[in-house]
């Protein structure tokens, strides 16, 4: 192999072949004279890079490369005090390791030895004279055979008195550990069948072979480089196509590349430096990523220089099938064109994982085409078809003649491009990038998706007939036409309406809302809600309303706005807020709910002296309404529905105090026996989600009945669970009242201004429900229905709580909680706060 020889050369140095034709007696004069050659003439290094029978090394000794770059020997990972035997950078520090033999079995002394055994292979064995690690070659002898430490960090067992001299017996850089260095080639190599490939260390103490590995795909052809966790796919380059990974994602530099090499012998992948005088490696880190590393000899440190995967497009499926990942998108993900998400809601969320559907499905009928998708990473090849003959034309034309054919593609996009890859089924792990590698994909879609095209075709046709026939004529047609689209939009306006017509919902005029509302005057407005401001009005019946007006801009608004509308307007209960219409025209789009007089609980319960207003029943009652709000939504509406961004500030009080829970922006619906959903985009209120929702972006009736807990907990104390602060302790609320509940001293709790107008025996009860609510799990959280009843029954037994869910936080800072101990964000779990007004 033509890269051996070049380092063979690259490595002469003249003792090697005295020693290794000669006898053991001239080898060892051999061995002197080099070491004698070395100091006297180089008197660079003492190093010796060679181990021959029967020589050993034990632990302290090491072998050093020719010219100092690499070192040989055992050593200690982090804080362990386990021996491995490995190769690391020549006095660099800290210490870099790049290769470890022994990483399944550690020694825990240090009385290895290392040896070429009698058999010709090089062992590791530990003081009972037990083989820890061997290399494990066959056919071979003792008799001339040395491991030597390459300058280019692989060691290597060569025996140079055979026939192939140069071929290596074993190296170091078949048997990748977590590093790869220059020159290392992944991939398969047909003719020893080694599969080589990188894998991680499991951790920072610990060299055992981790989850995380990388390689060549074994699927190929078409080739690409693919980052494993234990067999699932993370991340895939794309397939090579001529002039780079069609989907590789590095910042251009120019220190180093990835290159593919294909020979008649092997295809594999090597990291090729741009200048051989630049040291570079990567790393696969125990948390699975691949990290680029440049040393920079003037500060003496290594540069990272660059991540694999880079950013959350390069995860493998991110936006699930069909579907395109765009990081400069503010969305990220978008539907293929010609497809439409799977789950509408889903899509709402940002939870992408149900990916796109076509909008109309292939039947192979007549008309069907392409549409080209720009600078793509073209995607996974699960089925795929490769020709690299053929041109694009006849690519394309392979593609019509398979009805399961789903896109094409270019094999090889330099020069003119050439070649055909041919997708059959979901496309999947699409995105777009802006990179030389990047390339173009042809997406089949049925005849009406290829619509605009042809119809302006169509258009085209008809205006120039027209003109050819008299200028009156096309005038004519032109006027034809703008009623068409004026109709278009009438019709669109109208389906809104007849979407609303659905819902049972009356619609406003604008006008006659912006008369209500005094033409939305600074001094109508109640305040600013998530999606915009929310204006008091007066109806000419005398019916007080409050409007939310959802701000054009707000993208995320729209959404929640047509949530609320499906939600709220099939709901009805009296301690729901009521939606009396909407309004939308134009870019106009209006909620109008009954007025709340005494506006909503914040208002009162964080306020010491509105506070004071308020004599127990008040809060007790107000306790048991929202219970009742919500046990209808979680069980006995129409729909079964989880509020996920239940708080004081979305409870709003009538004239007779009575709470109507509002605001179901981002509600959700839940099947008959669902009972647990997951999201990518956890969206609430801090304070008030549960732990299994802000960690895992998972809810339930069960993360409502936790905020519940929240809610009761600081409508007795008076107090916000955030920013909750003590001088004893750290704890947050929910842990405050637990301490206090646990010591005994629950009517510690109760804030001093109700303290005389309430019966003792009915707080404590709301306190130790309040407590049982917000329990870690959600299993041991009981259900709105048990609520009900523990607070209403008279004689229930209420079970014992144990230590709250979030009880710790650090008080002051609300930044500092976001991103404290007891929030935990995960990659995949982007934390939206939305605060309500
Ligand atoms: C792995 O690499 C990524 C990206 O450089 C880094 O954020 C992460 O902390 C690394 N993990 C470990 C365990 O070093
Ligand atoms: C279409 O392609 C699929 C997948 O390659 C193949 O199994 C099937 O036989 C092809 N059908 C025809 C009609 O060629």
Redesign the pocket.
């Given at each position: 192999m033509a890269r051996q020889i070049h380092i063979d050369r690259y490595e002469c140095d003249m003792s090697r072949s005295t020693i290794s034709r000669g006898s053991r007696a001239a080898a060892f004069v051999g061995f002197c004279y080099s070491i004698f050659l070395i100091i006297c003439l180089i008197e660079i290094s003492q190093a010796i890079d060679m181990l021959t029978p029967p020589g050993a090394i034990t632990d302290g000794m090491t072998l050093v490369s020719a010219r100092n770059v690499f070192e040989f020997g055992f050593f200690s990972p982090g804080s362990s005090r386990n021996r491995y035997l490995g190769i690391w950078y020549f006095q660099m520090s800290p210490q870099t390791i790049v290769w470890v033999a022994n990483g399944n079995n550690p020694l825990n002394d240090s009385s290895g030895v290392v040896s070429i055994a009698k058999d010709g292979n090089f062992i590791l064995q530990d003081q009972t004279e037990r083989i820890v690690w061997s290399t494990g070659a066959e056919n071979i002898s003792s008799n001339g055979t040395f491991l030597q430490l390459l300058d280019s960090g692989n060691l290597v067992l060569r025996n140079d008195n055979g026939g192939n001299a140069g071929d290596y017996i074993w190296q170091s850089f078949d048997h990748f550990s977590n590093t790869w260095l220059t020159g290392m080639e992944l991939g398969k190599d047909p003719s020893s069948g080694l599969f080589r490939r990188m894998t991680s260390w499991t951790s920072a103490d610990d060299r055992a072979p981790g989850q995380y590995s990388c390689s060549v795909n074994p699927r190929g052809p078409p080739l690409e480089f693919v980052l494993w966790e234990e067999d699932s796919l993370q991340y895939r380059s794309g397939p090579w196509n001529g002039v780079g990974f069609s989907g590789l994602n590095f910042e251009p530099n120019n220190v180093f590349d990835l290159k593919l090499v294909v020979n008649a012998e092997e295809t594999y992948y090597e990291y090729v430096p741009e200048t051989k005088l630049v040291t570079t490696r990567s790393v696969l880190?125990?948390?699975g990523?691949m990290?680029r590393y440049v040393w920079n000899a003037t500060s003496l440190k290594w540069l990272?220089v660059g991540?694999l995967p880079n950013d959350p497009c390069d995860n493998y499926g991110h936006c699930g099938a069909n579907s395109i990942c765009t990081i400069s998108d503010p969305t990220i993900c978008s539907c293929l064109t010609g497809f439409i998400p799977k789950s509408q809601q889903g899509w709402e969320i940002h939870d992408w994982t149900g990916g796109c559907v076509r909008k109309h499905p292939l039947n192979c009928s007549k008309g069907e085409g392409f549409l080209e998708l720009k600078g793509v990473k073209v995607p996974d090849h699960w089925l795929i078809w490769i020709n690299t003959g053929m041109s694009l034309k006849e690519c394309q034309a392979e593609c019509l003649k398979n009805c399961s054919c789903t896109a094409y593609a270019n094999s090889n996009v330099s020069g003119q491009g050439s070649g055909c890859l041919i997708w059959h089924g979901d496309l999947i792990d699409v995105r777009q990038l802006v990179r030389p590698s990047a390339q173009n994909l042809y997406i089949r879609v049925a005849a009406s998706d290829l619509g605009p095209k042809k119809r302006n075709k169509v258009i085209l046709v008809v205006l120039t007939s027209s003109l050819s026939l008299t200028v009156m004529f096309s005038v004519c047609c032109i006027i034809l036409l703008n009623r068409a689209h004026i109709q278009a939009g009438k019709v669109k306006l109208q389906r809104w309406s007849k979407d609303m017509e659905d819902l049972e919902l009356p619609t406003f005029e604008i006008m006659s809302v912006a008369k209500a509302t005094n033409n939305f005057s600074e001094s109508n407005k109640l305040g600013e809600g998530g999606f915009g401001p929310v204006f008091k009005g007066q109806i000419p019946t005398g019916q007080e309303i409050a409007v939310k007006r959802l701000s054009v801009d707000s993208n995320q608004g729209l959404i929640e706005f047509k949530n609320e509308v499906k939600l709220i307007s099939k709901l009805q209960h009296r301690n729901l807020v009521k939606l009396l219409g909407c309004c939308i025209q134009g870019e106009e789009r209006m909620l109008i709910y009954e007025y709340m007089h005494d506006k909503s609980l914040d208002y009162y319960i964080y306020d010491s002296t509105r506070r004071h207003s308020l004599t127990w029943t008040r809060p007790f009652d107000i306790i048991i309404g929202i219970a009742r709000g919500l046990l209808y939504l979680h069980r006995d509406s129409r729909l079964r529905i989880v509020h996920r961004d239940l708080k004081a500030s979305n409870i709003l009080l009538d004239r007779e105090m009575n709470p109507k829970i509002s605001d179901f922006g981002i509600a959700r619906t839940f099947g008959g026996d669902q009972s647990c959903e997951r999201t990518g985009r956890v969206v609430g209120t801090y304070g008030y989600m549960s732990p299994e929702y802000v960690v895992n972006g998972l809810y339930s009736m069960k993360s409502d009945v936790f905020s519940f807990g929240v809610l009761i907990l600081e409508i007795i104390s008076g107090r916000k669970n955030r920013g909750f602060c003590h001088p004893d302790h750290n704890l947050n609320l929910l842990g405050h009242a637990w301490k206090l509940w646990h010591d005994g001293n629950a009517s510690q709790l109760i804030d001093e201004l109700m303290e005389e107008s309430f019966p003792m025996s009915e707080v404590e009860k709301c306190i130790q429900v309040g407590l049982l609510c917000v329990q870690r799990r959600p299993e041991d959280r009981p259900t709105m229905s048990d609520v009900l009843l523990m607070l209403d029954g008279e004689s229930t037994i209420l079970p014992q709580p144990k230590t709250p869910g979030f009880y710790m936080e650090r008080c002051g800072d609300e930044r500092l909680n976001l991103l404290g101990e007891e929030c935990p964000t995960t990659n995949d779990v982007t934390i939206t706060v939305v605060e309500g007004r």
């Open positions: 880190n125990y948390s990523i990290q990272l991540n």
